[in-house]
C-alpha cells in the first residue's frame, strides 16, 4: 500500500498525554529524530478543541498508566475518547492518517476498537490485553520477529527488533473467530521470539506475558493503525540496548562500527517516511 500524494514533507504529529501517561516526551523526540514536527497534547485540550485533530497526520497514544489503570490499562481514556470524541477519532482515521500506540497506548486502542478493526473502527473492542500469567509487571528485554506479509506501514523493511517491554497488562487474547482472522489476513505484526529467531511458543520469559501465537503488536486492514506491547521509542540510539557495552567491545575487536541508530527508530521512520 503507498500513501496518497499529500504536501505534507514533515508531518505533524500529536503524542497524546494525560493523567498517568508518562513516555510521551520520549516518543515525541522518536518522531522528531525521524523527521517530524511532534506536539504533546493534552487529552482535555483535544476534547475542548477537537478540530485541531484536522490539522495533524500521525496521532500516537505512548506508554505510561492512563488514569493509574484503575478500571483495567487503558479502558478509562478509552472511554473518554468514546464518550467525547468517537465521532472525531472516526473522521481521523477515515483520512490518511496513521495511529500508533505502545505499550498502554496498545491498550486503549484494543479498548477503543481501533486494532484489529476487522470490520473497520466502529469503538466497539474485538481483542484485549490481560494480565501477564506471570502475575506481575514484567520489565525486561525481549526479540521481536516482523510478519513479512504483514500490511502495517510501520514495519516496512523490518525483519527482527530487540526492544524492552515493561507492563503488567500484556497478554494478548483474542477470541477464536477474532484470532483466526487476524492470522488469516496477517494482521499480527510483530511476535515474541528467542533470540535465535525460533518461535517463542509462549514460553517465559521469551515471551514475556502469554500472549496466543506470541503475538506483540496487530494492525488494522489498512495498515495504517497499529498497536503494539514492546517500547521501540526505548531502543533509539545503540547506547540503549541492554547489551550495548559487550556489541562495542565485538565492534572495536571485529573492526566494525555500530549502527548509528537503535533498533526502534525504524517504527517511527516508517511512519513518517509514508508522507514523504
Not at 52 to 81: C, E, H, V
Not at 88 to 95: K, Q, Y
Not at 183 to 209: I, K
Amino acid at each position: 500500500m503507498k500513501a496518497q500524494t499529500t504536501s505534507t514533507a514533515q508531518p505533524r504529529t500529536l503524542v497524546l498525554t494525560g493523567y498517568g501517561i508518562n513516555c510521551d516526551n520520549e516518543t515525541r523526540y522518536a518522531f522528531e529524530r525521524a523527521g517530524a514536527r511532534a506536539d504533546i497534547v493534552h487529552i482535555n485540550d483535544i476534547i475542548e478543541t477537537p478540530s485541531m485533530l484536522d490539522g495533524y497526520q500521525i496521532f500516537s497514544f505512548p506508554g505510561g498508566f492512563s488514569y493509574g489503570d484503575d478500571t483495567g490499562s487503558g479502558k478509562a481514556l478509552a472511554n473518554r475518547i468514546k464518550n467525547n470524541l468517537l465521532d472525531e477519532f472516526l473522521a481521523f482515521v477515515g483520512r490518511d492518517t496513521l495511529v500508533l500506540g505502545i505499550c498502554n497506548g496498545f491498550q486503549v486502542m484494543a479498548n477503543l476498537g481501533l486494532v484489529p478493526a476487522l470490520g473497520g473502527f466502529r469503538g466497539d473492542a474485538e481483542v484485549s490485553l490481560e494480565h501477564n500469567e506471570s502475575s506481575r509487571y514484567e520489565c525486561r528485554w525481549v526479540d521481536l520477529a516482523v510478519e513479512r506479509a504483514c500490511p502495517s506501514v510501520f514495519i516496512r523493511g523490518i525483519e527482527r527488533l530487540h526492544i524492552p517491554i515493561a507492563h503488567g497488562e500484556g497478554n494478548f487474547y483474542a477470541p477464536e473467530e477474532i484470532l483466526a482472522a487476524i492470522e488469516t489476513r496477517y494482521l499480527a505484526c510483530m511476535r515474541y521470539v528467542l533470540p535465535d529467531g525460533s518461535p517463542a511458543n509462549g514460553v517465559f520469559p521469551h515471551n514475556p506475558n502469554g500472549a496466543l501465537h506470541d503475538i506483540a503488536a496487530v494492525c488494522d486492514p489498512s495498515g495504517r493503525l497499529m498497536g503494539m506491547m514492546p517500547h521501540p521509542e526505548r531502543n533509539i540510539l545503540p547506547t540503549h540496548r541492554d547489551d550495548w557495552t559487550l556489541r562495542r567491545e565485538h565492534a572495536r575487536r571485529d573492526g566494525v562500527t555500530l549502527p548509528e541508530e537503535g533498533e526502534g527508530m525504524a517504527i517511527f521512520r516508517n511512519a513518517v517516511g509514508y508522507f514523504r
